[in-house]
């Protein structure tokens, strides 16, 4: 389409810390811009954010617009958009990408309709066609199926998922282009009172994640799954059920309602395999699942299996790691 | 009296409905249609302010005339009003389309203090069309709310970003969209199910909506963003190894695969 040229990714921050989701966005972004052969952009929104500008521009980025102010440290729904609106609508990019985090599913959409323009949610997969329109992959129905998305307004707007595209590798001898914007703000509407940060715990993020279910008899049994991620150098994960009876806290919720991880291995004890569960972690490198109920459905998804009482397995796989080659373990 | 309007969605049930990987098609008769679980969350918020303080709930609907009965469902669970936008005008809308068409219904319908919606749909999964309605409407909103702290002249919400918890006030008018965790929808009682029978559902067709909605704006034709194809995955090839009996060989095998993985070191 005439007039639009160039890929913007949105560069998320909160607090001051840059979202990671921001290097996957320029890492694919920059894929897609070579392709298109023309240059990648990116927005930040910040508070005395040049280090975290030129970070940017290390990681693929050939000009970064930023908007420096004070009240932009956190999240201002109103006055964001509108500023990123403004730039978008001067610069003109064909391809304009959000990380799908909370904030950019929420933000996302504004700026899609005063742009007039589609947006396609949550996807795990871009390429760009033979008359260089972007298709955009994403799962529905709870992971259950794949839709391939086209937009026949620019930008073409999409967010895409944490922890699908691969970051460049960080070159700080690459150059670019940091541009201080104006900053134009209105009444944000909407005053934060206050903010509290989590308790720690991250499955979003963890390589490792040993999950409970309700295969597990009491909150107790835990103990033996948090030995096993210790081991593994792994976190706890559980599914929705245990959150809803007040085992766990919400942080841990692996599932639709909960979290999307993405780990290198996930070990699933005593977890049945609701279709909500599966959605959250279907895309585990190594699937790992313990239940004594050979037709759960988590099998039909898993890469190793043990139908066995839960607890006697986990706590035995975590004696064997603990004494080493202790083969001479007798069944319990 | 706060005004307050609680789109809802007729889902298939997820538990229940059949993908035909061959042919990438959903079998939405496969399973029976309800209120997407999201939006009983959202709907609850809203009859607990009625309770409270004093509201009118206004759900409303895009859908098939079948949608009529998530509207009656919802009017059971303590809705005071069902309006459904049915029009075969409006078919094949993306989130963009459903959401301008949802918006120019509130809008027909008169002003709205405080719209909840669910966070997002089980079937489209994208949480888009609550943010967008707010954006159509020129109004702010607070996405992924797990907690309603206060309300009287301001809403006093809590919005839970990956782990943090902000607290956000607001004057109306407002949109949220509402989490799981704020509230145990109830459930309705048999003589609610059958006042709900009875009740009128209302309905808004393109035809009403054009009053002040641009129709060239609705449905398929309306939709910036275009399905071309539909993949229904068969589970991702995993080879699937199943240890079963005896525990000690099963672990150590186990074992074995995941030093193989690299995943765990190996402790010979």
Redesign the interface.
């Given at each position: 389409m005439k007039g639009y040229k160039g890929v913007m990714i949105y560069a998320e921050q909160r607090s001051g810390r840059v979202h990671p989701v921001s290097y996957e966005l320029l890492g694919k972004g920059r894929e897609i811009a070579d392709k298109l052969n023309t240059k990648l952009s990116s927005v930040l929104l910040g508070s005395q954010m040049e280090g975290e500008a030129e970070e940017l521009i290390y990681y693929g980025a050939d000009t970064v617009f930023l908007y420096d102010h004070l009240g932009f440290r956190e999240f201002d729904l109103i006055n964001y958009k509108r500023n990123i609106v403004r730039l978008v609508e001067e610069v003109r990019p064909e391809i304009l990408l959000l990380g799908a985090t909370h904030l950019g599913r929420s933000l996302g959409p504004r700026i899609a309709v005063a742009l007039s323009t589609g947006l396609t949610a949550d996807c795990i997969g871009l390429d760009i066609d033979e008359q260089n329109n972007l298709v955009q992959i994403r799962p529905a129905f709870s992971g259950n199926i794949l839709a391939y998305i086209r937009t026949a307004t620019r930008p073409q707007m999409a967010t895409i998922r944490y922890r699908v595209m691969h970051k460049q590798e960080r070159d700080p001898g690459r150059r670019g282009e940091v541009v201080r914007k104006d900053v134009e703000l209105v009444d944000p509407l909407l005053l934060l009172v206050s903010r509290e940060s989590s308790s720690g715990v991250n499955v979003a993020d963890a390589d490792v994640i040993v999950s409970g279910g309700r295969g597990l008899k009491k909150p107790e049994d835990f103990k033996i799954l948090e030995g096993l991620a210790e081991v593994l150098g792994g976190v706890i994960g559980c599914s929705r059920p245990l959150v809803d009876d007040g085992w766990m806290g919400k942080e841990h919720q692996v599932g639709f309602s909960g979290n999307t991880v993405k780990p290198k291995l996930y070990v699933a004890c005593g977890v049945s395999g609701s279709p909500q569960h599966l959605a959250g972690m279907r895309a585990s490198d190594i699937i790992v699942a313990v239940n004594s109920d050979p037709s759960a459905p988590i099998f039909k998804i898993a890469d190793y299996e043990n139908c066995a009482r839960t607890a006697a397995h986990s706590r035995r796989g975590l004696g064997y790691h603990q004494t080493g080659a202790d083969r001479e373990l007798s069944d319990g | 009296m706060v005004r307050i309007v609680v789109p809802i969605k007729q889902v298939p049930d997820?538990?229940r409905?059949k993908?035909d990987s061959e042919k990438?098609t959903?079998d939405r008769n496969s399973a029976p249609g309800e209120i997407n679980p999201?939006d009983l969350n959202a709907l609850e918020a809203a009859v607990q302010i009625k309770e409270k303080v004093g509201a009118t709930v206004t759900t409303i609907s895009m859908g098939p005339p079948q949608a009529e009965a998530a509207l009656r469902d919802a009017l059971s669970r303590g809705a005071d009003r069902g309006i459904l936008v049915v029009d075969r005008a409006f078919a094949g809308a993306?989130?963009?389309a459903t959401?301008?068409t949802l918006a120019t219904a509130i809008q027909t319908l008169g002003q709205a203090d405080l719209i909840i919606c669910g966070e997002k749909t089980?079937?489209?999964?994208?949480?888009?069309?609550?943010?967008?309605i707010?954006?159509?409407l020129d109004m702010?909103?607070?996405?992924?709310v797990?907690e309603m702290k206060s309300v009287g002249e301001k809403v006093?919400v809590v919005s839970?970003?990956?782990?943090?918890?902000?607290?956000?006030?607001?004057?109306f008018p407002l949109l949220i969209t509402v989490?799981?965790?704020i509230n145990s929808p109830r459930l309705p009682s048999f003589s609610d199910k059958l006042k709900a029978r009875k009740a009128e559902i209302e309905k808004l067709t393109a035809q009403e909506l054009s009053a002040v909605g641009d129709p060239s704006r609705f449905g398929l034709k309306g939709?910036?963003?275009?399905?071309?194809?539909?993949?229904?995955?068969s589970?991702?090839g995993?080879?699937?190894?199943?240890?079963?009996g005896?525990?000690?060989e099963?672990?150590?095998k186990?074992?074995d695969?995941?030093v193989r993985?690299g995943?765990?070191e190996n402790?010979?």
């Open positions: - | 997820m538990e409905v993908f990438g959903v999201f993306d989130t963009w959401s301008y089980v079937d489209g999964d994208t949480g888009q069309v609550g943010p967008e707010a954006e159509w702010p909103h607070v996405a992924y797990s006093v839970d970003m990956e782990g943090d918890r902000y607290v956000i006030a607001s004057r989490t799981k965790d939709s910036p963003t275009r399905l071309s194809k539909v993949i229904v995955p589970e991702e995993r080879k699937g190894e199943i240890f079963r005896d525990l000690g099963a672990t150590m186990l074992a695969a995941l993985g995943l765990l402790v010979e």
